[in-house]
């Protein structure tokens, strides 16, 4: 079975710094599909990233930007130049892409972008 | 406009009761889940349905019934209501259902029973 674990509960950073929050997962398969969605305080939760395991490639988007380290089963999430808004819970997610389609989420850190 | 919509957002009710969480999604979107959100904010998926058809029931006391119409709604029933079932409900539509699907959620409906 896969599992998907977050080992920060909550973390901190100032406002313009820089955070990475870390994600590790745990499966059999060889391709397969992460993601990083935010979930604010309104509650709606929101994909931040998607990276498929078959690229190399580590996927970016603007501020965000993923490592993916595929033998290490390790997908970390980096938040360059932290906005207030930025403030969320952030669940990394795993999606096999054969058998039963159905997200794995980690249970999330709570990230406070200070002013 | 909403892309998925969840009514209510509130619902606080008596153990026992029998009530329902209605979602649509105005996505054009052939997949629709719901998740349950825990106290600690454990994300667990329910049910998934696709084109109306039921495909992931996880382990989930019969007291849930979900509904789809069509492919445009998923409601949830649930019966006989229990203090542990007070938590965040999500509902949430996809494209298919392969690997590269992104999940589009609604605002999530927190249900609180007493």
């Known amino acids: 079975a896969q599992t998907v674990t977050q080992s920060q509960p909550e973390m901190s950073v100032q406002e313009a710094e820089t955070v990475t929050l870390s994600c590790t997962y745990d499966?059999?398969?060889?391709?397969?599909?992460l993601f990083w969605y935010k979930q604010p305080p309104s509650r709606q939760m929101i994909l931040v990233i998607r990276q498929e395991a078959y690229k190399q490639q580590n996927a970016t988007e603007n501020r965000f930007s993923v490592n993916f380290q595929k033998a290490a089963k390790s997908f970390s999430l980096k938040i360059s130049d932290s906005q207030l808004g930025d403030t969320a819970m952030y669940f990394c997610?795993?999606?096999?892409?054969?058998?039963?389609?159905?997200?794995?989420f980690g249970t999330g850190t709570r990230l406070k972008v200070l002013a | 406009d909403t892309a998925v919509s969840q009514t209510p957002k509130y619902l606080v009710t008596q153990m026992g009761n029998d009530k329902s969480i209605k979602c649509e999604q105005n996505?054009?979107?052939?997949?629709m889940y719901w998740y349950k959100q825990d106290s600690k904010k454990f994300l667990k998926i329910m049910f998934s349905?696709?084109?109306?058809?039921?495909?992931i029931n996880e382990t989930v006391p019969n007291r849930f019934s979900p509904k789809s119409p069509d492919k445009a709604h998923l409601n949830l029933h649930i019966n006989s209501l229990e203090l542990g079932d007070s938590a965040v409900y999500f509902c949430?539509?996809?494209?298919?259902?392969?690997?590269?699907?992104?999940?589009?959620f609604g605002a999530g409906s927190r249900l609180t029973v007493l």
């Open positions: 996505l054009g979107h052939d997949t």
């Open positions: 997610a795993f999606m096999r892409t054969s058998g039963t389609y159905k997200y794995i």
């Open positions: 949430a539509s996809s494209q298919g259902m392969a690997g590269a699907n992104v999940l589009t």
């Open positions: 499966t059999s398969e060889n391709n397969y599909y």
């Open positions: 349905y696709n084109n109306k058809e039921l495909i």
